[in-house]
C-alpha cells in the first residue's frame, strides 16, 4: 500500500493532525509519501516517509497541474488530500489512476473565511459561499471523506458513502501530568492562534477582574499572532488594563518548551467567543490540556459539551462576558479540590479514550475500506 498526503498549507511535519495521519501509518503502509510546500529540513522521526517539495508562488492552475503530475508519477494506492481548493486534483487523478482520493476536511472553511479574514464584508460572504459550494459538489466525487467534528461529519456524511470522523486527539506519549501544588503560583494558559475571534481580548479583561479580586495569578497567551497588527491591540490592552507584570505574550511554542508550559499550567483557556466556526470545529487545544491534567475553561459550543461539561473536565461558559470568564477562574482558584478533580478526569479521559491510538487504527481500517472499493470499481 502506497499513500500519497498532499497539503499546500500545512508544514510537515507539524505535531498536529497532518502529522499524527502520517505517523499513523508507519509500518502498516509499504509506502508513505508527502507533496508539501518547500519547508527546512524535515524530524528525523519521519526520516522513512518521502517529501516531495514545489515552489510556493506557483498560480493555481499551474499548482493544480504540477501537483497532478508529480502526484501520478508517484503512482499511489491512496492520494489524501488536505485542502478543500486540492479538490481539483480529483478529476485528473480519476482520469489516469485507479488509486482510492480521500479528502480531509479539517474544519470548516467557509466559517473560517467569514471568522479570519481580513477582507471586507462583501468579500468574505462571497469567498466563503463559493468555497462552501466548490467544497460540497467535490465531496461526492471523492471516494472517501475525513470528518473532523460531530456538526461537520452529521451534516456532510450522506453526501459520500465512504466517511468517517477523525478528532484531533493526542499522542499523549508526549505529556507528562502537571503535579499540582497550592503553593505554587495560579498559571492561567492559552496555547493556540491568537486572534481576537477566539476571544483574546475578553480573556485580558477578565483577567484584569479576576487579578483585582483574588491579587494573584499569571495569564500566559502562546501561539502565532493574526493579523500581525493584532500584537499591537493586545499590548495596549495590557497596559490600558495595568497587567504588564502578569500577562505574558509568547511565540509559538513546540517541543519540550510547550510541553513545560502545559505541566506549569493551573487552567488551560479553549476558544471563548461561540461563534459560527468554533460551533462547527473542534478545538485540539482542549485535548493539549487535558493530557496534562489541566481544567479547561471554554465558550459554549457543542465540542466543549462534550468533551468538557458532559465528562466534568473543566468549566463550559453559558455566556461568555469577560466578567463570567472571570468568575469561572476565580471558582477554580478558589477551590483547588475539585480544580484537581477537573484535572483528573481529563486525563484519564485522554489515557483511556481521547487519544490518537484510537484514531490511529481507525484510519487504518478507513483506508482499507475505501481502497478496496476503489479496486473492484477499477476491474
Known sequence: MHVCHISTEHTAFQESRYQKECWSILGWADRISVINQERPAFSQEYSSIEIFTYPEDLKFRRLIRHLRDLALDLQADIYHLHHPRLLALVPGLRKYTDAAIIYDMHFPYPEYIRTFSQDSSFRRQIRSYLIGLWERSM?????GVIFPSDPLYESGHSSNEFSTLLYD???TEYYTPATPDSTEEFNILYTGLITEPHGILHLIEAFYYFYRREQHGQLYIIGDMYPPYFEEVLHQAIKYYSLSHAVHLEPKLTGKALFNRYQEAS???GALLPLPFFRKALQPN??????S?????AGNFPSAQKFIRQPKTG???NETSPETIADALSFLHNHEYERQKMGERGLEMTRTQWNWDAMRSKLQDFY?????WRQTMGQ
Open 169 to 171: 486527539f493526542p499522542r
Open 315 to 317: 468549566i463550559v461558559l
Open 286 to 291: 482542549i485535548f493539549d490540556y487535558m493530557a
Open 267 to 269: 487552567v488551560g483557556i
Open 293 to 297: 491534567g489541566v481544567p479547561v475553561v
Open 368 to 372: 482499507a475500506r475505501v481502497h478496496e
Open 139 to 143: 465531496i461526492s466525487r471523492s471516494d
